[in-house]
């Protein structure tokens, strides 16, 4: 099949376009979603936001009563031949008292906001994931495995940080700087000036800072999840990189996108963390101008203004003060650092957001498989419980082309049962992956209740491609696709796809024991059905030999298995299934001959009775088919039984004698 175009750069060695230049906005709705998911825990934020400013006010009464403990009892004190301590211990307790309601506020938040953070991720990566298994094939067949995963992995985590500790610091900081700030106004508004324009200079600064290591903090969280496609896309083709030698390339362009997220992580931690010691430093800076400006004043005499009416400053007033100024200082600090961590989490969530807005799957489909029971004059009647017999439930308006003599029509009720019997017919079909290129021309082709119908031809002659055009995994561009005479395109998608079995050439395993990956084909099947399927499927004898049987668990997708044991398990998970119309896409080439004949009389049990659709580049596989279709370029070029083909003497018949040889 011709491989779906991919974009630039989502090759082994491919770059991704450029990253966006430092100091990149992040998008303004995306703080307003990601605040819809903190909607549901309001009532928890409620509780944070209180235990927050429990803490905070008692962060400032414990500066403030610095003011009171020296200006009310250690200076008078000083001059009491015998001093009473009974003042000074009294409001000791007091403010032990307020300390404790502060640790406990903020033990609590603490909690509180990591149980919110939780929840909220787990919330989004449910989302996630469940959107991904809407979003179409094509979607994946555009991105490395890797680069989605980090959606759910490194994006995820950065959100979970901010939720967690930024947030919650932010706040924290804002609602500390507010009380402190009224604090000082509230001993002294000449110092208050000082250290609120000290600060102003302070946010201009972190804020040019935290500007430019926003965009790049944004790209290290692209860079991250190329690179954790690239490991990915390594990680499974191991085997081919070793074959061919490519470990030295594949170290080389792993160097080149590592050095990639390296300049970008570096130039963002480098301005990251060089914010912190400037802050610090000037808050030293603000403490000692603080000090000096307090104590002239305090010496000098100069009238104080302040909300709390102290006329002149006191060494308790200028020690509180300076506290306070250092309390003041210190949510700058933090709030300058915590953006680049709010800066790198709403690029993840940017991320996360885009992957949710990919456009699903449509499927406009509204005839429904259901099961049937048949009673002796052939009359259906739809029944809940699985008979082994099934039918389109067609709803009136729906058009059906064929004549169907068990047709069941109920227009009163207003649908109508057709037998569901497997005959497919393809009309005039035309289909591109993109619109540039068009990889399937005019393909016409009938294949009836009970017949083999085999596709050969060389490769991305289109063989796949049709077999992903009747499971719809692609819509096509033009012509028409019938299943007993019902458009496809008017099936529901889930419905058309029950009724389609598939086997692979790539089998796909899962973690789990023989029997669950053999009962992924129908999760209601009983262990009796699971053997079964197996033995139908000519795989029960070697599963017997496993050390468990049938409870023995795979890892690593059955990596402990022969490629022809874990296609015999594929098999007897289509078996399982029991579909009316199997698609056997390549699924014996990469076994070995005596394997394949073990594999082959599976198959053989598996086709009797049913439609099927048969790749397959070894010919003496498909000899017995009912019909033949020869593919080249995207067109059929021939068509007919075996025998007919090698008395033609075209095409066929040199893939045969091995005239031709194919790709």
Same mark, same amino acid.
């Given at each position: 099949?011709?491989?779906?175009?991919?974009?630039?750069?989502?090759?082994?060695?491919?770059?991704?376009?450029?990253?966006?230049?430092?100091?990149?906005?992040?998008?303004?709705? /995306? #703080?307003?979603?990601?605040?819809?998911?903190?909607?549901?825990?309001?009532?928890?934020?409620?509780?944070?936001?209180?235990?927050?400013?429990?803490?905070?006010?008692?962060?400032?009464?414990?500066?403030?009563?610095? *003011?009171?403990?020296?200006?009310?009892? #250690?200076?008078?004190?000083?001059?009491?031949?015998?001093?009473?301590?009974?003042?000074?211990?009294?409001?000791? =307790?007091?403010?032990?008292?307020?300390?404790?309601?502060?640790?406990?506020?903020? $033990?609590?938040?603490?909690?509180?906001?990591?149980?919110? !953070? *939780?929840?909220?991720?787990?919330?989004?990566?449910?989302?996630?994931?469940?959107?991904?298994?809407?979003?179409?094939?094509?979607?994946?067949?555009?991105?490395?495995?890797?680069?989605?995963?980090?959606?759910?992995?490194?994006?995820?985590?950065?959100?979970?940080?901010?939720?967690?500790? @930024?947030?919650?610091?932010?706040?924290?900081?804002?609602?500390?700087?507010?009380?402190?700030?009224?604090?000082?106004?509230?001993?002294?508004? +000449?110092? %208050?000036?000082?250290?609120?324009?000290?600060?102003?200079?302070?946010?201009?600064?972190?804020?040019?800072? !935290?500007?430019?290591?926003?965009?790049?903090?944004?790209?290290?969280?692209?860079?991250?999840?190329?690179?954790?496609?690239?490991?990915?896309?390594?990680?499974?083709? *191991?085997?081919?990189?070793?074959?061919?030698?490519?470990?030295?390339?594949?170290?080389?362009? $792993?160097?080149?996108?590592?050095?990639?997220?390296?300049?970008?992580?570096?130039?963002?931690?480098?301005?990251?963390? #060089?914010?912190?010691?400037?802050?610090?430093?000037? =808050?030293?800076?603000?403490?000692?101008?603080?000090?000096?400006?307090?104590?002239?004043?305090?010496?000098?005499?100069?009238?104080?203004?302040?909300?709390?009416?102290?006329?002149?400053?006191?060494?308790?007033?200028?020690?509180?003060?300076?506290?306070?100024?250092?309390?003041?200082?210190?949510?700058?600090?933090?709030?300058?650092?915590?953006?680049?961590?709010?800066?790198?989490?709403?690029?993840?969530?940017?991320?996360?957001?885009?992957?949710?807005?990919?456009?699903?799957?449509?499927?406009?489909? @509204?005839?429904?498989?259901?099961?049937?029971?048949?009673?002796?004059?052939?009359?259906?009647?739809?029944?809940? *419980?699985?008979?082994?017999? +099934?039918? +389109?439930?067609?709803?009136?308006?729906?058009?059906?082309?064929?004549?169907?003599?068990?047709?069941?029509?109920?227009?009163?009720?207003?649908?109508?049962?057709?037998?569901?019997?497997?005959?497919?017919?393809?009309?005039?079909?035309?289909?591109?992956? %993109?619109?540039?290129?068009?990889?399937?021309?005019?393909?016409?082709?009938?294949?009836?209740?009970?017949?083999?119908?085999?596709?050969?031809?060389?490769?991305?002659?289109?063989? %796949?491609?049709?077999?992903?055009?009747?499971?719809?995994?692609?819509?096509?561009?033009? =012509?028409?696709?019938?299943?007993?005479?019902?458009?496809?395109?008017?099936?529901?998608?889930?419905?058309?796809?029950?009724?389609?079995?598939?086997?692979?050439?790539?089998?796909?395993?899962? %973690?789990?024991?023989?029997?669950?990956?053999?009962?992924?084909?129908?999760?209601?099947?009983?262990?009796?059905?699971?053997?079964?399927?197996?033995?139908?499927?000519?795989?029960?004898?070697?599963?017997?030999?496993?050390?468990?049987?049938?409870? /023995?668990?795979?890892?690593?997708?059955?990596?402990?298995?022969?490629?022809?044991?874990?296609?015999?398990?594929?098999?007897?998970? !289509?078996?399982?299934?029991?579909?009316?119309?199997?698609?056997?896409?390549?699924?014996?080439?990469?076994?070995?001959?005596?394997?394949?004949?073990?594999?082959?009389?599976?198959?053989?049990?598996?086709? &009797?009775?049913?439609?099927? $659709?048969?790749?397959?580049?070894?010919?003496?596989?498909?000899?017995?088919?009912?019909? #033949?279709?020869?593919?080249?370029?995207?067109?059929?070029?021939?068509?007919?039984? &075996?025998?007919?083909?090698?008395?033609?003497?075209?095409?066929?018949?040199?893939?045969?004698?091995? !005239?031709?040889?194919?790709?």
């Amino acid at each position: 099949m011709a491989e779906p175009m991919r974009g630039p750069g989502h090759g082994p060695g491919g770059r991704r376009g450029m990253a966006p230049p430092p100091g990149m906005k992040i998008e303004k709705g /995306t #703080i307003k979603r990601l605040l819809t998911y903190l909607g549901d825990y309001k009532f928890r934020l409620l509780f944070v936001m209180i235990c927050i400013l429990v803490s905070a006010v008692a962060s400032v009464a414990s500066s403030l009563f610095i *003011q009171s403990l020296i200006d009310d009892h #250690i200076l008078p004190m000083l001059t009491q031949a015998n001093p009473q301590f009974n003042g000074l211990l009294k409001a000791i =307790g007091n403010v032990c008292i307020i300390f404790g309601a502060g640790i406990f506020a903020n $033990f609590f938040s603490t909690i509180t906001m990591a149980v919110v !953070a *939780q929840s909220t991720l787990k919330d989004i990566r449910d989302e996630m994931f469940a959107h991904m298994q809407n979003l179409p094939v094509r979607y994946f067949d555009t991105r490395t495995h890797g680069e989605v995963m980090s959606h759910c992995t490194n994006d995820a985590d950065t959100l979970r940080q901010m939720l967690a500790q @930024s947030l919650p610091n932010l706040f924290s900081s804002i609602v500390s700087m507010i009380a402190v700030l009224c604090s000082m106004l509230h001993l002294s508004v +000449w110092l %208050t000036l000082v250290v609120v324009g000290f600060a102003v200079l302070m946010v201009i600064l972190a804020g040019k800072i !935290a500007g430019k290591s926003g965009g790049f903090f944004m790209k290290q969280q692209k860079n991250l999840g190329e690179l954790n496609g690239y490991i990915e896309e390594m990680i499974n083709g *191991q085997k081919v990189v070793k074959v061919f030698c490519h470990e030295e390339a594949a170290k080389k362009d $792993f160097d080149e996108k590592n050095r990639q997220l390296c300049e970008a992580s570096t130039s963002a931690n480098t301005m990251a963390n #060089i914010l912190m010691p400037i802050m610090g430093n000037l =808050g030293y800076v603000l403490y000692v101008a603080v000090a000096v400006i307090g104590g002239v004043m305090g010496i000098t005499g100069v009238a104080n203004l302040s909300i709390g009416g102290e006329p002149v400053l006191t060494l308790g007033t200028i020690a509180s003060f300076l506290t306070l100024s250092r309390n003041f200082v210190n949510p700058i600090t933090q709030i300058s650092n915590q953006l680049n961590a709010v800066v790198m989490a709403m690029a993840g969530a940017a991320r996360i957001f885009k992957l949710l807005d990919e456009k699903p799957e449509e499927d406009h489909g @509204s005839v429904t498989l259901v099961n049937v029971c048949v009673d002796e004059g052939g009359e259906m009647t739809e029944c809940p *419980q699985r008979t082994g017999h +099934w039918a +389109w439930k067609v709803p009136n308006g729906v058009t059906v082309r064929q004549n169907h003599e068990n047709r069941d029509v109920n227009a009163a009720e207003g649908f109508e049962l057709v037998p569901m019997e497997g005959r497919i017919t393809m009309y005039q079909v035309d289909f591109g992956y %993109t619109e540039e290129k068009e990889v399937l021309h005019d393909i016409t082709l009938y294949a009836e209740p009970g017949q083999k119908v085999a596709l050969v031809g060389a490769t991305g002659a289109g063989k %796949t491609t049709i077999t992903n055009l009747i499971n719809r995994f692609y819509d096509i561009d033009d =012509g028409k696709i019938r299943y007993d005479g019902i458009n496809i395109n008017n099936i529901r998608k889930a419905d058309l796809r029950n009724s389609l079995g598939i086997v692979l050439q790539d089998v796909n395993l899962f %973690t789990g024991t023989v029997m669950e990956n053999i009962r992924y084909g129908k999760l209601d099947a009983t262990d009796e059905e699971c053997i079964a399927a197996a033995k139908l499927a000519n795989a029960d004898g070697f599963i017997r030999m496993l050390p468990d049987g049938y409870d /023995t668990v795979l890892e690593g997708d059955g990596s402990g298995l022969s490629q022809g044991q874990r296609q015999l398990i594929s098999i007897a998970r !289509a078996a399982v299934a029991d579909p009316p119309v199997m698609i056997l896409d390549e699924a014996t080439s990469s076994i070995d001959t005596r394997t394949e004949a073990i594999v082959q009389r599976g198959m053989d049990n598996l086709m &009797h009775g049913r439609t099927v $659709f048969v790749i397959a580049h070894r010919l003496s596989t498909i000899q017995n088919s009912d019909v #033949i279709m020869v593919m080249d370029q995207g067109r059929i070029i021939e068509r007919g039984d &075996h025998e007919h083909l090698m008395e033609e003497k075209g095409r066929y018949y040199q893939l045969y004698t091995g !005239a031709f040889e194919l790709d």
